[in-house]
């Protein structure tokens, strides 16, 4: 799956420099992506996994995913709906015409946060810098989704393969993010 | 000769890496794996700084991070850290140290008078003396005191080094690598758990380090400790930090450690980390802290050269350094007499051993004398002499009956003291757990254990090397088996070595001087002497806390861990009370002092917090804007030019807005969509306004209150379609009202059908305002008729803006023809440089919230949060008219009734001219009706907002008066420290009173 | 730093994602408008604050977002039980004299 989502959803952001590249960590921007947040009831739920193109997770901090599109668990009743970029207008109206019956809310929120992926043997180490929940395999296995905080930013976190991990910030908060990413990876370049 | 006092050979020190260090400017050597304590004994150097109250000489204590004499500064490029403990300090080349706390030198100090004036400093001394009179505390007594008694100086410049931070998760944190710690994490390791060892020290293996006697299967314990480390480093779920602290122990098994990164490097690369903050979360913990010797408590006990005895055994086993030609061993414990042998059999004479105890081991006593070693029992040290080194010490028989009397003196230029051993519980303490006395053990040791943790060793009172080492695989292994069920293949080493523990003495040693003149300490740190204790007990402090803080005993930085079981023991006797009942102080994090760097980490300078900037950010900084700081937010203040100041800038931005147009960035403003069918119904009971029969495309003003009925948010919301609104609230008030929203969504009205979701970021937000905003967008937008009637005052609609979906607000909080556009945060940017080029091809400007501020108060708006304050209701505001009359409910109806919100009297929002245009008011000041009010009258009102107008050439002010609006037209005073400024009241709103301009 | 359940998540998160909102079960009165001024400022601003054991508002703002209670031992800061919004309120004397009988035994 991982490889998948990095190579589809989440590319690497063409025209940008790696924000860090490093031999046991890289850190990129990604080029943009459709987010619509999405809000119901399980009949809701249900409905809108037709207008998705797949039932929608019901598991506390997971993810689905299928082609090129995925769905994040965030809460009991709120997910974030993945898909191309240029499909934000397809997918709205598949999802609009599924749930038309059904008292939902559906949200374009595709601007509201960017991403960028943290990829290396290192990548665990880099996001306890500012991330203070367990990230080993173990606690934190490859396809679980949560927001939580770096340092104060708030973040959106998905472990898309055992050494990369897709993070997301509201735009304003992205700079500090990876600001304290690049300045904590420094010390990595010691002799 | 270099080093006199560094042995032949011996030690953990590396004898070909010789590195060259300074002491208070002189250049000395030492090697590779000294500490600057070790250094320093090697060079014959005791006297290492003078004590805090009294100024005395004092020498190197311990060999540890208890030490509470030996405390330098340490600088580094220009830089010095003051308050290191020298015992800690790994020796590197180039190393600069400095004594603290004298004055010219650390040899001859002005401030040794207090020595000598003592009697005139007892125990309350400070509470007692500076009390009269009290504003001599501030300007006088203070900053004598702060410059006279002291330790190091506070560093000046900006600290230059990178801290870093992390999270850290384990099933078993081990804390204290001595023999309990490594076994516990060798035999937690191989149970499969996840392991962090940690150790203050530079290497593993705490009091092993220093051992020479025993053997672990069969090897050497310095073999065993190579073994053990090398099979731990070996295995993916272990994490070895050594020069790291464990400092606090918090909730939950959360605990805080701190590593020392580079500073025992010379060079350190400055791509490092100085020191790195670990926030531990275990599972379980296991802490082997070990156990400290104890002080003897005998008149004179402070002189350099006296120290502890293990103390010395580890400057000989460890560093090769003997800390004396002639060393008397004071004790009453066993382990001193290894000491004395280890010395003897290093060739350095023992002067005697005075044993307290009348009958010491017999077993011992043959070793001592097959040495040639003098032995006095029943014996203890009654006083010294010797200025900066002890010379001299004088000797006491005690009697079968306790008295004392004269036994000679001995000559000697190092004393070895110990009283026994104290288990270090501070690490437990902090756990929340509560220590017990054992009787057997003559301890206090760990009791009732509150969070997932266990001791090891003989921080609980175990002791002998098979002993502890069983103690450590045992918790190792119960530690892991509880934190992740499964035990492992154990492999346990088999320790041997003597019993050297038994006989312990607590509180002052009996003398034969006179009680009232001889200084005894208890705590070197602090200066407090057994008299102190004695004497705070007789001026009714009976609690040990009372006696703390009256003395400051065990205030010092190693929280009383040399001195506290020594007080309590004095308190006791003092109170006639046993020690279990004069209790003993908590211990409290941190263990060791803690820099302020690692606790800041990567959280300063732009790191500090979250800076928050908007699409048009970096084009504003290009235009040579000056911001301001909104919460996180940097906000364009004013865009100055021709080096225009604020005033001038603020003036032009004005006046162009309304004669023409302005450009504003509103991106900040907290924007929320509500949707479901139950969208109107929900805004209706969060907002005072109806919402119901808006129309889709229709906009209203909100205002939110609280439950209690004031003011907490406002903002403008549009009707996109039947079940789906654009709610806006104020920049700071965005995270707030969101919350607020969903607490009663998901607790009070679950049943509604409505979904709220942030769009705070999702647009970036341009406001046109003036006469020709509809000209600045209309070459722009497409799918939207811009015609005063079809896109009246408060209308919104979707359509495109230079091809991108665009919402558009037609609002205006400026009073003029006012547009929003709303389009996606990634577009701002060009949308906004598109907007600025063509206002400025208008004659048009870029405004920032100065003028915001200015445009808004001309029309009388308010500011949430300026005007308001929680206390403010609609009415205070003149705003009834934004109340749902016919509304049964809505947050905040019912407290509008409460008596105190519909009393008389309430202060109510006005405007304010002065007499003189050209003086503004300053906001906050005070409104009243006299001009000079007698002093102690209440204000009547207070200035919220002021400014001076550009439009109407004079200055403007909002205020918050009593009973306000029946006095306009009346004049009230604003009283300044230059005099009183005469004020007439208005109404709210200073231009365009009949708001025609909106419709252009 | 205190880890608590959510009851959502299912999963212990550091207190650092939580926000406390006071005590629990304290319902907004159905017809404010019926309610007198001393009901009302009770409703407002009463709230039993005592040290021991209290159920409690809690929110996972910085997780899924949602409302929850719990149960807690302000004197040690233990969790003795968490629920979710819409659950009854448990019987606060049983789980003191249980969560007392448990710390007794924990006493080694």
């Given amino acids: ?191 | ?1000 | 730093m205190l880890l608590i359940h959510c009851p959502y998540c299912e999963t212990e998160r550091p207190e650092l994602e939580f926000v406390c909102r006071g005590e629990a079960h304290i319902a907004r009165p159905q017809d404010p408008s019926s309610q007198t001024d001393e009901q009302w400022a009770e409703y407002l601003y009463l709230r039993e604050n005592h040290k021991g054991i209290y159920a409690e508002r809690w929110r996972h703002i910085h997780g899924c977002g949602r409302f929850f209670n719990a149960v807690r031992d302000t004197v040690s800061d233990k969790f003795l039980s968490i629920y979710k919004t819409g659950e009854p309120k448990p019987d606060l004397d049983a789980l003191a004299a249980r969560f007392a009988k448990s710390s007794a035994e924990a006493k080694k």
């Fill in chain 1, 1 to 191: 799956m991982a490889e998948d989502m990095v190579t589809t959803l989440y590319a690497p952001d063409a025209g940008e420099e790696p924000l860090l590249s490093l031999p046991d960590v890289s850190m990129l921007k990604t080029a943009p992506v459709t987010r619509l947040s999405f809000r119901g009831r399980e009949e809701a739920r249900k409905a809108a996994g037709k207008g998705f193109g797949f039932a929608l997770p019901t598991k506390a901090l997971n993810a689905k995913t299928k082609d090129d599109k995925a769905a994040l668990w965030l809460g009991p009743d709120e997910w974030l709906l993945l898909a191309q970029d240029d499909a934000l207008e397809t997918t709205l109206s598949s999802l609009e015409k599924a749930l038309s019956e059904t008292p939902h809310a559906l949200v374009d929120v595709s601007h509201r946060q960017d991403a960028i992926l943290v990829t290396g043997s290192k990548a665990t180490w880099l996001l306890n810098v500012g991330i203070a929940i367990d990230l080993h395999i173990d606690a934190f296995a490859v396809g679980t989704v949560t927001r939580t905080l770096f340092n104060k930013a708030p973040i959106m976190l998905w472990r898309v393969s055992e050494d990369s991990f897709v993070v997301e910030a509201w735009g304003s908060f992205m700079d500090y993010v990876s600001g304290i990413m690049i300045e904590a990876a420094e010390e990595l370049k010691a002799a």
């Fill in chain 2, 1 to 1000: 000769m270099s080093q006199p006092f560094r042995l032949e050979k011996g030690g953990r020190i590396d004898r070909n890496a010789s590195v060259t260090f300074s002491f208070d400017g002189e250049e000395l050597e030492g090697y590779q794996g000294d500490t600057l304590a070790s250094a320093l004994l090697a060079n014959g150097q005791h006297l290492v700084g003078r004590s805090f109250k009294y100024h005395r000489p004092r020498g190197i204590v311990t060999a540890g991070s208890e030490e509470p004499n030996a405390l330098v500064s340490i600088h580094r490029k220009g830089d010095q850290t003051p308050n290191i403990r020298a015992t800690q300090v790994e020796l590197y080349e180039g190393l600069e140290a400095t004594s603290q706390n004298r004055f010219p030198s650390l040899g001859f100090d002005v401030g040794a008078i207090n020595d000598i004036l003592s009697p005139l400093f007892p125990a309350g001394f400070y509470y007692k003396t500076f009390m009269w009179p009290k504003s001599f505390w501030d300007r006088v007594y203070e900053p004598i005191i702060r410059s006279a008694a002291g330790l190091g100086y506070a560093p000046k410049n900006p600290d230059h080094d990178r801290y870093a931070n992390t999270y850290a998760h384990c099933d078993v944190l081990v804390i204290g690598s001595g023999p309990a710690g490594l076994a516990a994490a060798l035999s937690a390791a191989e149970s499969g758990a996840r392991v962090i060892l940690c150790d203050e020290q530079a290497e593993f293996g705490g009091s092993l380090l220093s051992e020479t006697t025993s053997t672990i299967d069969g090897l050497a314990p310095a073999e065993w400790i190579v073994k053990t480390v090398t099979t731990l480093a070996g295995m993916d779920n272990v994490t070895l930090l050594p020069r790291t602290t464990a400092f606090g122990y918090f909730a939950q098994n959360f605990v805080s450690l701190a590593e020392r990164v580079t500073e025992h490097l010379a060079q350190p690369d400055a791509k490092l980390p100085r020191e790195r903050l670990w926030q531990v979360r275990a599972k379980e913990v296991v802490i082997a802290a070990g156990s400290i010797e104890r002080p003897m408590v005998f008149p004179e006990n402070d002189r350099p050269g006296i120290m502890h005895a293990e103390a010395g055994r580890t400057y000989l086993n460890r560093y090769g350094v003997k800390v004396g030609d002639k060393v008397l061993v004071a004790t009453a414990c066993d382990s001193a007499w290894q000491a004395a042998f280890d010395l003897a059999d290093a060739g350095t004479e023992i002067a005697a051993i005075a044993d307290l105890r009348p009958n010491p081991p017999e077993s011992l006593v043959s070793i001592a004398k097959a040495r040639g070693i003098r032995v006095e029992t029943a014996c203890s040290v009654t006083g010294t002499s010797g200025r900066k080194r002890v010379s001299k010490a004088l000797l006491g028989r005690i009697s079968e009956s306790g008295s004392v009397s004269a036994a000679g003196e001995v000559a000697c230029d190092a004393i070895l003291m110990s009283a026994g051993w104290t288990p270090t519980v501070s690490t437990y303490s902090q756990s929340r757990g509560k220590v017990v006395w054992n009787e057997e053990a003559q301890a206090f040791l760990p009791g009732v254990h509150v969070q997932n943790e266990r001791s090891a060793g003989t921080c609980q009172g175990v002791f002998g090397l098979d002993a502890v080492l069983k103690d450590g695989y045992a918790a190792g292994e119960d530690a892991a088996k509880a934190a992740t069920g499964k035990t492992g293949k154990v492999t346990y080493s088999i320790g041997s070595g003597d019993e050297m523990i038994s006989g312990t003495f607590m509180g002052e040693i009996p003398h034969d001087r006179d009680a009232s003149r001889v200084k005894a300490f208890v705590d070197y740190q602090n200066d407090v002497t057994a008299k102190d204790v004695k004497l705070a007990v007789r001026e009714g402090m009976h609690s040990i806390e009372h006696i703390k803080r009256y003395t400051t005993t065990g205030m010092a930085t190693d929280q009383g861990r040399l001195s506290n079981i020594n007080a309590l023991a004095i308190a006791s006797k003092a109170l006639d009370k046993p020690l279990t009942a004069v209790g003993l102080t908590t211990f409290r994090q941190p263990y060791t002092p803690t820099t302020f760097g690692t606790f800041a980490g990567q959280s300063r300078g732009q790191f500090f917090d979250p800076v928050r900037k908007t699409p048009s950010h970096d084009w504003a900084v290009d235009r040579g804007a000056e911001f301001e700081d909104v919460g996180q937010w940097k906000r364009a203040w004013f865009f100055p030019q021709d080096n225009e100041d604020m005033h001038a800038a603020v003036a032009r931005e004005c006046k162009i807005a309304r004669e023409k147009v302005g450009l504003f960035d509103a991106s900040t403003l907290g924007k929320i969509e509500v949707v479901g069918p139950d969208a109107a119904e929900f805004l209706e009971r969060m907002y005072t306004n109806p919402w119901k029969k808006l129309g889709v495309g229709r906009c209203r003003y909100g205002l939110m209150l609280n439950d209690a009925g004031f003011i907490i948010d406002d903002g403008v919301v549009g009707r996109i379609a039947e079940d789906r609104f654009h709610v806006t609230t104020t920049t700071g008030g965005a995270a707030h009202v969101f919350a607020t929203m969903e607490d009663y969504l998901q607790t009070e009205w679950p049943e509604l059908d409505v979904w709220i979701t942030s769009t705070t970021e999702q647009y970036a937000v341009a406001a046109i305002q003036g006469p020709l905003a509809r000209e600045v967008i209309a070459p722009f937008i497409e799918g939207i008729d811009l015609s005063a009637e079809a896109f009246s005052h408060m209308s919104v609609a979707t359509g495109t803006f230079c091809g991108v979906p665009c919402r558009l607000f037609r609002i205006s909080f400026t009073g003029e023809l006012g547009f929003e556009v709303n389009v996606p945060r990634r577009h701002g940017e060009m949308v906004w440089k598109t907007l600025a080029a063509e206002v400025e091809k208008r004659g048009g400007v870029f405004y920032g919230t100065e003028t915001m501020h200015v445009l808004r108060a001309e029309k009388g708006y308010i500011i949430v949060g300026q005007e308001t304050d929680g206390t403010v209701t609609p009415d205070d505001c003149g705003m009834n008219w934004a109340i749902g009359k016919k509304k049964h409910d809505f947050v905040g109806k019912r407290g509008l009734a409460r008596p105190d919100l519909v009393a008389e009297n309430r202060k109510q929002l006005v405007g304010l001219l002065t007499t003189d245009p050209k003086v503004v008011l300053e906001e906050g000041a005070q409104v009243t009706t006299s001009a000079n009010p007698a002093k102690g009258t209440p204000a009547d009102g207070h200035v919220t907002s002021s400014y001076h107008s550009a439009t109407l050439g004079r200055s403007i002010a909002l205020a918050m008066v009593k009973n306000g609006r029946a006095l306009e037209g009346e004049t009230l005073y604003v009283p300044m420290p230059e005099g009183s400024i005469p004020v007439k009241i208005t109404g709210t709103v200073f231009f365009d009173k009949e708001g025609e301009r909106l419709n252009g």
